[in-house]
């Protein structure tokens, strides 16, 4: 059954990527700036988690592969048109992604928790930590987009990342935090293998 199961999400995880690449292509001979470099940034995204096994002996279970390739998946494919004729293509977009973000703040402190003495996070400072560890990142990108859309327009050129205003910022926003809520809520066990993994890296690294 768990063989069945790593099949399937090893077809779903081919099925995207072939569709980011088709994307890509799009770019290239449309050529649309802003689909090409979102649309390769999302290529190079689903390659990562076998360069992390390769270069740096991390392996990252299918499940959580799959969840890192669906985020640039909609984000590459919502670049062709889809941002802009559904209406809720950005919010579903800005929380999967921020549940990764929150994801890799969770699995990060966790495992320097469980692996030093030195340190300790209790339940209560995790959550907090999880919330504005994923909102930090969110502003952050927020004032990339922001930046990277004025700087476009000044040299007239067309921007690469797409902006519509103060209040669909503040929507972004919220979906943000809601990311990191579900994952502050819900995510430990589906991270835990990697928080393991983790914590067995940085004892082999201190050794």
Known sequence: MGNGSNARESYLFRVMQFAIGSVVIAGLVTHNVGVLVNAVFALGVTVLPALLERDFRISLNPILTLWITAAVFLHAIGMVGLYEVVWWWDHLTHLLSATIVAGVGYATARALDEHSDAVSFPPRFMFVYVLLF??????????????????????????VLIQYGLDDTITDLIFDVTGGLLVALFGTDALSGTIEMLVTRLSGSAE
């Open 134 to 159: 994923t909102l930090a990142f969110g502003v952050i990108w927020e004032v990339l987009e922001f930046a990277v859309h004025d700087f476009a327009r000044v040299i007239g050129v067309e921007p």
